[in-house]
T-cell receptor
């Protein structure tokens, strides 16, 4: 079975300060992990993905995440928040090389950026 | 390239009525997915198609939900009859063989059942 737990439902940061969105995963198989972002009234957009290559993954808009197998974590970070980063973020797991690539979503973290 | 298209964007119906949603995936994408996203939750897969065949419909409430992808391109998702708890955003996504794990999502259809 696979699952993800997003440890914070809401995170608030000031513009220009670092962002940390936490995600722990559980998987019986070799996992592929993703972060998606959802802006209000818009579709989900892929930020970055880990598929068993480099453990430090860089994504769009300055975001990155590090796969830590020993901690079963895949936290999302950004050095300096921008107002446009305010959105909901989803950590997602799927099975690498599985017959289907069914995505299992976390419950989401709502990021607020204060001026 | 054009993204995943969905219509309508919004729909309000009364319980026990029927409703249908339409999705046109990215051109050439063989795999199509329908997700249900209830407010405050992450999306949940309802059904996955590979071309016009069903790969996974284990979480589709088959007593009231149905979906088809007859020509292996666009797809419709139907609810009949709707219940209050069906109020959600219905997301369509597609993926290609070359980027199997990356799914591209449409803007969704927000359904409100009164």
């Amino acid at each position: 079975a696979q699952s993800v737990t997003q440890l914070d439902s809401h995170v608030s940061v000031s513009e220009g300060t670092p962002v940390l969105l936490r995600c722990n995963y559980s998987s019986s198989y070799s996992p592929s992990l993703f972060w998606y972002v959802q802006h209000p009234n818009k579709g989900l957009q892929l930020l970055l993905k880990y598929t068993s290559a480099a453990t430090l993954v860089k994504g769009i808009n300055g975001f990155e995440a590090e796969f830590k197998k020993s901690e079963t974590s895949f936290h999302l970070t950004k050095p300096s928040a921008h107002m446009s980063d305010a959105a909901e973020y989803f950590c997602v797991v799927t099975r690498t090389g599985g017959a289907t690539n069914k995505l299992i979503f976390g419950t989401g973290t709502l990021l607020a950026v204060q001026p | 390239e054009a993204g995943v298209a969905q219509s309508p964007r919004y729909k309000i119906i009364e319980k026990r009525q029927s409703v249908a949603f339409w999705c046109n995936p990215i051109s050439g994408h063989a795999t199509l997915y329908w997700y249900q996203q209830i407010l405050g939750q992450g999306p949940k897969l309802l059904i996955q198609f590979q071309n016009n065949g069903v790969v996974d419909d284990s979480q589709l409430p088959k007593d009231r939900f149905s979906a088809e992808r007859l020509k292996g391109v666009d797809s419709t998702l139907k609810i009949q009859p709707a219940k209050l708890e069906d109020s959600a955003v219905y997301l369509c996504a597609s993926s290609s063989r070359s980027s199997y794990n990356e799914q591209f999502f449409g803007p969704g259809t927000r359904l409100t059942v009164l």
